[in-house]
């Protein structure tokens, strides 16, 4: 069963507890009664999740701030992290980037592990524990026919910006064009933002259309997306790429039309009552695959 | 620095707030008001933390025994955990320790991450979280001169378990002398009792020596141990190994001399004002390396 969806789904059958939301959401929303703690534990692989070579200044930015992602998407403010780091080359990079994301991000280190480096490719882990007074907290199955399907900004940035760095390295000249893929920004003031007013939210991390398919998924509705209204970071001749790729970390949200939206988002397409297909886009059902699987966080 | 200790003392520069205990405790402790919550971040190393080849129903329940020994020690209940799992060999019962522990052990699955393998030994992570309404939340740093030291159990069987199953491999027949290696208990219940009385709980993870010895440098004490009161599960002529070797999972207390003990324990030494040794053995300073360095959690 070395198969991550099957064991995805054998896992899914041990976490009952309504705190697991049915590992069917970016995070554990344990309910506290004044406030939820909202919680999520992501990790990443060299050379699935971070390029051989690459800078750990940054990795361990990407890190946290994936995680923090996930908090963003459930309008919650971070309190702590706890890093699961594996030693290895560059771990004076490592924690200066950690201790710039814990401070920038306002995510205070709590504690965690380390452990030595055995071959193969070194894995590293991160828990973020958030809280929110919001309630209902929001997850991806509250999407509503009838309902806008918005987005925070473009995809295809990382895309662009991972093939930059794959290609010409880590250099001064490509640093801007690299920043999207080595430094994701959680859109934690836009969650918070969003939580009252949204039906549904997610981040975008394994690529806009496998996300929405998600999203369309948990809600029980079919998402139609107009194709040219999907805002991209990349060229034209590759937006069906930059709607598959991931890592860009917008985020997915439906909300009732009639809401006016407290921050800048794009309206890319709305919820209809649930079809043959999770996603349409410009009517037709997507073609191929949606995006990446690698890093679906249970 | 690829150098766990000059890691983790880096790491302590970052992890200012007060809910990481200065990463000298066994979890994090962030105080909620009413309660306060309890956590922590263990990873386990294939060939490190278990045999190659070792069933991984085992490794999972030790997973997540060993995080919920950390609870322990703070005398808290356990709310919930997230796992970080990489995929391999023998996924299913890994799945089936992980149940198994999650229901015997009260601790229900909320989430976490699964990554797919990419060569060398597996790494595993586990979050646990916890709560205690006890205040103060008990750590390593309140030994007190004139208390007594104790512990709840004997050491060593860890090492004969090890040993067995290093040398005979498992079988129907060595089941019995390899549980304490393969399947620790985490002992919630003893450390809610201690909780409210102990001037100073740990878990004995690392060695009985080397843990005692963190305690008093936490506490700013020393703690003069008899040897011969120490119980083990081992023969005698190994009895300085036993007080080494780790894995028991025991807790190591202090008390005041005056408290009953709800619970049933062992008294092995008293506390000293520090002196120039943090631990004492029949009034000898501790030669040679007093245990396994290895898992030190921070």
Same mark, same amino acid.
Not at 273 to 278: K, M, P, V
């Given at each position: 069963m070395s198969d991550e969806r099957a064991f995805i789904e054998a896992l899914r059958r041990i976490a009952?507890?309504? =705190? =697991?939301?049915?590992?069917?959401?970016?995070c554990a929303v344990f309910d506290m009664g004044e406030r939820a703690l909202v919680l999520t534990h992501d990790m990443m692989v060299e050379g699935v999740h971070w390029l051989p070579g690459q800078a750990m200044h940054d990795v361990a930015w990407k890190l946290v701030a994936v995680n923090l992602s996930d908090l963003a998407a459930k309008g919650a403010t971070p309190l702590g992290i706890l890093v699961g780091h594996t030693l290895g080359e560059d771990d004076a990079g490592f924690l200066a980037g950690l201790e710039e994301a814990s401070d920038t991000l306002g995510a205070p280190l709590w504690g965690g592990d380390t452990v030595s480096h055995h071959g193969g490719a070194r894995t590293l882990g991160l828990t973020a524990i958030g809280q929110t007074?919001?309630?209902?907290?929001?997850?991806?199955?509250g999407a509503k026919p009838g309902d806008a399907v918005c987005i925070t900004g473009p995809v295809g940035g990382a895309m662009i910006g991972f093939e930059s760095l794959r290609d010409e390295g880590d250099t001064p000249d490509n640093r801007r064009v690299t920043q999207p893929y080595r430094r994701p920004t959680p859109l934690l003031s836009e969650g918070r933002a969003l939580a009252p007013l949204a039906s549904a939210i997610m981040d975008v991390s394994d690529g806009l259309l496998l996300d929405a398919s998600r999203m369309a998924e948990a809600s029980g509705v079919t998402l139609a997306l107009d194709r040219a209204a999907i805002p991209i970071a990349a060229p034209e001749d590759r937006r069906d790429e930059a709607l598959r790729?991931?890592?860009?970390y917008q985020l997915l949200f439906t909300v009732s039309p009639e809401v006016e939206l407290p921050i800048p988002a794009h309206r890319i397409g709305v919820v209809h009552?649930?079809?043959?297909?999770?996603v349409l886009l410009d009517g037709e059902p997507v073609s191929g695959a949606p995006g990446y699987e690698h890093r679906r966080a249970h």
């Open positions: 009952g507890t309504p =705190a =697991a939301r049915g590992l069917a959401d970016d007074e919001h309630r209902p907290v929001p997850s991806r199955g790729w991931g890592d860009d009552e649930r079809g043959e297909h999770a």
